[in-house]
Every structure is written in structure tokens, then in C-alpha cells.
């Protein structure tokens, strides 16, 4: 049971005025100085002892709080899904599928050309070269021959897919930019992807 401030002065003055009753009616001094420790010794000991009921119930009144929210993470929504749900939203879950669609065929012609680029034997040089500088192989200011051809089918590709998936280039590279920023939309393009393949 907890006592609120009102309780505890009222139990202090009955405290008090047995104390003065019991000094009143002694004559001995000696004797009264005894009582007086013996007051203060119960009521030091009877604050600790309402101090540390106070405590346990805190405690637990803090451990209900914390399985209460525990309980309460395990069944709201992740933040990652509340991300998910936004981000169908704003950029609507059909145009979602259709940007992995799309990003899925790329990536598997980005494969086939790569593959190509590394039969042929300048690739090594060419590939060193745009690693020094820091770029892809295709964006490289001077390119070989075969890299030029192989390059050019990959942005002839890109873009026929692009439109072929009722983006323009610039809705395109809209949503690439914003999943490359956020991790969430990220990751529910990663799992469209996953699942469109998994379906053929």
C-alpha cells in the first residue's frame, strides 16, 4: 500500500505527540535521552522501511511498463513496413513492379555484355583504366571498338525497356536515385525483383 504525503505527516504527528507524552511524564534525564534515541532509531528505520516498499513497487510498476511495451513493439508495425507501405503509396505498387521488372532485364543484359567485354582480350586494360579513374567501362571518354558496340546495344537496350515499361528516362532515374537513398524502398524493389524471377 502506498501512502500519500498527506498519510505520512499524519502518521509523523501521532508519532510526535506519544514522543512528547512519553517526555513529559519522565523525570529522569538520562532515561529521557535514552527514549529519544530509541524515537529517532524507529523513525529513521521507518522511513527506510517506507522507502524501500516505495522502491519495489516502482520497480514494478517499471517492469510492467517495459513488458507492456515490449508486447507493444512485437505487434505494431516495423518501421521498415511502415516505409514499405508509404513508399506503395507514393510511388504506387504497380510502378513498383514495373521499375523491377525492368531493373531485372537490364541487369541480366548488363550481364550478357559484360560477359562479351571479358572475351575479349583488351579488357583487362579497359578495365583497369575505368577502375583508375573511378567510372564504369562504358562511361570511359575513349573506348575501344568492341567496347563502343558493346556499350551501345546496353543503352539502346536500357531505354527500349525503360519505355517498354511505361517509364520515361527521367521517371526512371527518379526512383534509382531515390532507392539508392533509401533502404527501405531498396529493399521492397529487391524483393519485387526476387519474386518476379522467381515467377518465371
Not at 572475351?119 to 571518354?141: F, G, H, K, T
Amino acid at each position: 500500500m502506498i501512502m500519500n504525503q498527506r498519510q505520512t505527516n499524519h502518521l509523523k504527528d501521532q508519532f510526535n505527540l506519544i514522543k512528547n507524552q512519553i517526555f513529559e511524564s519522565m523525570a529522569k534525564p538520562r532515561l529521557k535521552k535514552s527514549v529519544t534515541y530509541f524515537y529517532k532509531g524507529a523513525y529513521v528505520s521507518g522511513c527506510l522501511g517506507l522507502s524501500l516498499m516505495l522502491s519495489l513497487v516502482a520497480e514494478q510498476i517499471l517492469k510492467s511498463d517495459r513488458s507492456a511495451a515490449m508486447a507493444q513493439s512485437q505487434t505494431s508495425p516495423t518501421l521498415m513496413q511502415l516505409n514499405n507501405i508509404l513508399n506503395q503509396a507514393v510511388f504506387g505498387d504497380d510502378q513498383i513492379t514495373r521499375y523491377a521488372a525492368a531493373a531485372n532485364a537490364i541487369e541480366s543484359k548488363r550481364l550478357e555484355i559484360f560477359k562479351a567485354a571479358k572475351n575479349n582480350p583488351n579488357w583487362n586494360s579497359v578495365a583497369s583504366l575505368a577502375e583508375s579513374q573511378q567510372i564504369r567501362v562504358c562511361d570511359l571518354s575513349q573506348q575501344p571498338d568492341f567496347l563502343q558496340n558493346l556499350c551501345e546495344q546496353l543503352r539502346s537496350f536500357t531505354e527500349d525497356e525503360i519505355r517498354r515499361h511505361g517509364f520515361t528516362n527521367k521517371d526512371f532515374n527518379q526512383i534509382t536515385r531515390q532507392q539508392r537513398q533509401d533502404a527501405s524502398l531498396r529493399s521492397l524493389i529487391q524483393s519485387r525483383q526476387l519474386q518476379l524471377r522467381n515467377d518465371k
